[in-house]
């Protein structure tokens, strides 16, 4: 369905460009990514990673262990130097997004729409990024809406619409029924071969398949489907899809959007919508200044960072991590993109990149004396519990001390030490699994897969992530969420085997080949 352009008397949108103004560029030019790759300087031999049947004392084992040599941050400094004139764009930016909001809130909230129209609307605000300015009205609209589903979809047979409709309902905890797919199937019970020339039906239902839950099998034959054929049209020469719908399945097809970071998707989004025919010129003026907005405060956020990490100065200090502070901004832009989270971001940010010099050390640095005095440090939370540390120990501890130190500090006046004090005991719990690890790496354990994966689901950190993301958010029950979180749930158990199965496939093929022989599966993590 295409979309209806309105005329509002408005300045030309194309005019408003989708990237901040400012007198430096936001990419450091002189460092590639290609080069971003670690290097390993074993002291004598990279015996530390293969599975040998030789066997080693836990000496030998230790004065082979390689020191890493991570490639020096790809952006240093570098956003120190960005000048943002936060008096002048910040609120003209303001401004014009105070102007823009109730011409695009007055087109969601029209009279004249039907349901359909409605819900079509609500899923472009979604994949632009700009369905947070309306929650409460988005809301009331499937409330209502979903009260007469049927009657809506009630021969309704365009494959975008329902695939559109199942998508909106589902984000917004109103369960549509996949039975409703159940129309484009044919007598042998596939999905009919003609919807394969409906390519924008072919593309949203391949992005809500992605959302299938376990039970609902048809949402698996539908993302085999799409993919297949979409596949198949990407990597044609006779395609009839338009170059920018093209271009739009090609990135669907390499990171689904519910695979992505939500602001990500939502950049790509405006790009491709900007060159559809009819496209709605407001909607479209807000995306690009909402995008604008928020890049502004990722740029402001990682200035923070980049100052706050300069004076911690432990790059230096501790050379052997992995000075990755943009990467660990990255991450904390997964929870939460929307401006009014900045503060949560620094947060997710700062815990990150401690926790990584932490991990750091364990896996690639410590002795294994060294280690189970760290942790016995960290499990009493204090530093003088031994008087055995080496410096470069205390620097680490009193580091990640003080970090925490500082979070509590700022949480306390907003009522959430509550939180803080949950963040201290997953830190607590995932360095014991880091000592089993590094336990097992220097005395030459190989574990069976079993017995790795009760530790190694814990290294993986997805509970820890979920608790340091709590403490930026504003209104939520803190006791229920962590309650919750403790109780080990399904989805948290599934993400965390996912990743870190993912990871070590990822680490195995990087740092464990050698000379043929089988790697380890306790291979260093490589973060990014």
């Known amino acids: 369905m295409e979309a209806i352009r309105i005329g509002f008397g408005l300045p030309n949108v194309h005019s408003v460009p989708l990237c901040l103004t400012t007198t430096r560029c936001l990419f450091p030019r002189q460092r590639l990514l290609h080069s971003h790759t670690p290097s390993w300087k074993p002291a004598k031999q990279q015996d530390f990673f293969v599975a040998s049947s030789s066997k080693k004392s836990s000496d030998d084992l230790e004065s082979s262990l390689p020191t890493p040599h991570f490639s020096p941050s790809l952006w240093g ?90 998508e909106v309902f589902k984000l917004y905890g109103h369960k549509m029924s996949c039975d409703a797919f159940d129309r484009f199937r044919g007598n042998d019970g596939r999905f009919k071969e003609s919807l394969v020339r409906d390519f924008r039906g072919m593309l949203q239902l391949f992005e ?29 020469n006779a395609s009839t899809a338009s170059p920018h719908l093209l271009k739009h399945i090609q990135n669907s097809l390499y990171i689904p959007r519910y695979c992505n970071i939500e602001v990500l998707v939502a950049r790509e989004y405006i790009s491709y919508y900007e060159q559809e025919e009819g496209h709605d010129e ?109 410096d470069y120990l205390r620097i680490v501890l009193g580091s990640l001390f003080d970090v925490m130190g500082e979070i509590e500090r700022e949480m306390r006046p907003l009522g959430r030490l509550y939180r803080v004090k949950q963040v201290v005991e997953k830190i607590k719990i995932i360095t014991k699994a880091y000592q089993e690890i590094a336990k097992w790496a220097r005395t030459g354990h190989v574990s069976t897969f079993d017995e790795y994966m009760k530790v190694g689901v814990l290294t993986a950190g997805m509970a820890d992530y979920a608790a340091y993301c709590f403490i930026g958010m504003e209104d939520i029950n803190e006791k229920e969420a962590f309650e919750w979180l403790n109780s080990n749930p399904l989805i948290i158990k599934h993400l965390t085997a996912m990743f870190r199965l993912a990871n070590d496939v990822g680490t195995y093929e990087v740092h464990c080949i050698s000379k043929g022989s089988l790697g380890s599966f306790l291979s260093i993590s490589h973060f990014f």
Request: charged share 25%; glycine share 2%; aromatic share 10%.
């Open 77 to 166: 400094d570098h956003f120190l130097s960005v000048s943002l004139n936060r008096a002048v764009e910040f609120d003209e930016l303001e401004r014009e997004i105070e102007t823009t909001k109730p011409l695009a809130r007055d087109k969601l909230m029209s009279s004249e729409s039907s349901d359909k129209e409605k819900i079509r609307l609500i899923h472009l605000l979604v994949s632009m990024g700009i369905s947070y300015h309306f929650d409460k009205e988005i809301q009331d609209i499937l409330k209502h809406s979903f009260t007469k589903l049927d009657d809506i979809i009630v021969g309704e047979d365009d494959l975008e619409t329902i695939s559109i409709m199942f």
């Open 282 to 390: 407001i909607l479209l003026k807000f995306a690009k200044l909402n995008f604008n907005f928020c890049q502004f405060h990722y740029v402001q956020e990682l200035k923070t960072l980049t100052k706050w990490w300069r004076d911690l100065d432990l790059a230096s200090k501790l050379p052997y991590i992995r000075d990755r502070l943009v990467e660990s901004h990255l991450v904390a832009l997964g929870p939460y993109f929307e401006p009014h989270y900045s503060l949560g971001r620094i947060i997710v940010a700062k815990i990150n990149m401690i926790m990584v010099v932490v991990d750091d050390t364990y896996d690639a640095y410590a002795t294994l004396p060294q280690v189970k005095a760290l942790t016995e440090c960290l499990q009493r939370w204090s530093i003088e519990v031994s008087d055995k540390l080496p």
């Open 208 to 236: 809500v398949a992605h959302l299938g839950t376990p039970c609902e099998v048809i949402m698996d034959e539908a993302l085999s489907f799409t993919r297949n054929h979409l596949e198949s049209l990407t990597s044609g």
